[in-house]
């Protein structure tokens, strides 16, 4: 079967393209295959990339003010369409949904809101001699990779940071959720000039072909930290611009003085919404002894009660793992667990077949264990025990990595405290996962490189223009 047999096509120059090959696409929930899309290489690319380079002048001299209505029509498209991309997503992703339409109204959302971000320019000297404005100008052609965990939120993230900078754009998907964002290309492609907006699915071999290709300036990418780097040393040849936001190993720090039967259930969700395949979600949580074995009673409670199975399902909670490779990964960390003798503690049954996971608790495991040390990506929470501020913080710290954590207490001023002294880009205070596009997002360590949303998230797509423009007349 052809790409276009298929139903969803590459978006290049504005028009629905076939590829000369296509790829499978499987539903995580059954593990079989349901369809088929466009696996685009080398010969797509350089139709996108001609497509984009030949759009580019136009759209940078275009005014941000029409760039921005253009980018908040697409928020509006978006979401006129969420019932029907949600469905595609329910298919390729597996997650409940409600989750897929919550995912693609925020989408929305947050395109709407950083269209409204303005980049002033910056008077550095005004005297009677001369004036010094420091303009923000686009880099050019962006290249951004977008991972499978959120496939339409990022995308939307990465689209409006480029766009609504005056920069054009090849967006690659994920080849494991390729189809919504297909589908986001066609749809949102009418709504701006030919060539500003491509969109092009493929298999691994795209990626590298993208990230090596001197014609893009930048790279927006988010997923691991091993991808990162490997992007990272493909970009340093061109000294390609990048944005890179990457693995975390987030931690909760619960302190004694909480009501327990309160923050259970965020914590929950905060560890294992979208089965645990979030960025920032609680990856270690660290209880208070004082609070430890109520904490984790009522936290195996909930995941004894929760529904995990097909997100077509009426009244599923949490999906499958959502492809087979990470799948494989989470069930060997979870043998490995056993082979130490490690406690698990796990909540309901879930369904065969599929790339299904149960909720499962790992109980006080080492801090050496793989489980506390590695992200797991999947739903493996490890409780840990403490009974010293200074210890936990430390112990909180002693990662690679340095994406979120958060802090519970009824201490607000405590929390602040405590939250100044963790190594990471974002840390809650009884709260979590709630993210803003007005908000800067990034992460220290092995976390991240560079910045998404807010006007900081907009600037590291320009690049800086001063003029010198003086006021005493001519030379």
């Given at each position: ?46 139709a996108a ?83 010094v ?19 339409i939120?990022?995308a939307?993230?990465?689209l409006?940071?480029?766009?609504l900078?005056?920069n ?24 701006f ?46 000294l ?5 936001e ?18 259970a ?13 979030v ?34 399902a ?12 990470q ?24 369904p ?16 050496e264990?793989?489980?506390?040390r ?11 025990k ?11 710290n ?17 929390g ?43 600037l ?9 423009i ?6």
């Open positions: 079967m052809s790409s276009g047999e298929s139903g969803f096509f590459l978006t290049i120059n504005g028009a629905a393209v076939p590829a000369a090959r296509s790829m499978d696409v499987v539903n995580p929930a059954t593990g079989a295959v349901f369809a088929r899309a466009p696996n685009a290489g080398a010969a797509e690319l350089e990339i001609a497509a984009a380079r030949a759009a580019f002048p136009k759209w940078k001299a275009t005014s941000a003010a029409t760039r921005a209505a253009a980018v908040v029509k697409a928020a509006e498209v978006l979401g006129a369409n969420a019932e029907a991309l949600a469905q595609i997503m329910v298919a390729e992703h597996g997650r409940p949904v409600e989750l897929c339409k919550q995912e693609i109204f925020g989408a929305a959302y947050w395109m709407q809101a950083l269209a409204g971000i303005e980049i002033p320019v910056d008077i550095t000297e005004d005297t009677p001699e001369r004036r404005e420091v303009h923000r100008e686009p880099l050019g052609l962006v290249a951004a990779l977008i991972p499978w965990n959120f496939p939120l990022l939307a993230w990465k409006a940071h480029a766009l900078t005056g054009v754009l090849v967006l690659k998907p994920s080849p494991f959720t390729p189809l919504a964002t297909l589908k986001l290309g066609a749809l949102l492609a009418p709504l000039p030919p060539g500003v907006l491509n969109v092009l699915s493929g298999d691994d071999a795209l990626g590298p072909l993208m990230t090596a290709h001197p014609a893009f300036a930048k790279i927006t990418f988010t997923g691991s930290s091993a991808t990162g780097r490997r992007i990272m040393a493909a970009a340093a040849k061109d390609k611009r990048l944005t890179l990457m693995g975390g190993n987030d931690a909760a720090i619960v302190l004694p003085d909480v009501d327990v039967a309160k923050v259930p965020r914590l929950f969700q905060g560890a294992f919404i979208n089965t645990a395949q960025c920032v979600a609680t990856k270690r949580l660290y209880a208070h002894e004082a609070v430890y074995d109520e904490l984790r009673a009522r936290l195996h409670a909930l995941a004894l009660a929760a529904k995990v199975g097909d997100g077509a009426q009244g599923t909670e949490f999906g499958p793992i959502q492809n087979k490779p799948y494989e990964r989470v069930q060997a960390m979870l043998a490995q667990a056993r082979a130490q003798g490690l406690t698990l503690l796990q909540g309901a049954p879930v065969d077949g599929g790339y299904f996971v149960p909720l499962t608790l790992v109980d006080n495991p080492p801090e264990s793989a489980v506390v590695e992200e797991a990506f999947g739903p493996i929470l490890p409780l840990l403490y009974s010293d501020l200074d210890e936990v913080i430390a112990r909180a002693d990662s690679e990595y340095g994406l979120a954590a958060t802090v519970w207490t009824a201490d607000i001023a405590l602040e405290q405590l939250a100044a002294r963790l190594d990471v880009g974002t840390v809650w205070i009884n709260d979590n996962l709630n993210s803003s596009p007005v908000t800067p997002l990034t992460g220290h360590k092995q976390s991240g490189f560079g910045v998404e949303n807010g006007l900081a998230g907009l590291e797509f320009t690049q800086i223009k001063a003029i010198f003086p006021k005493t007349g001519a030379a």
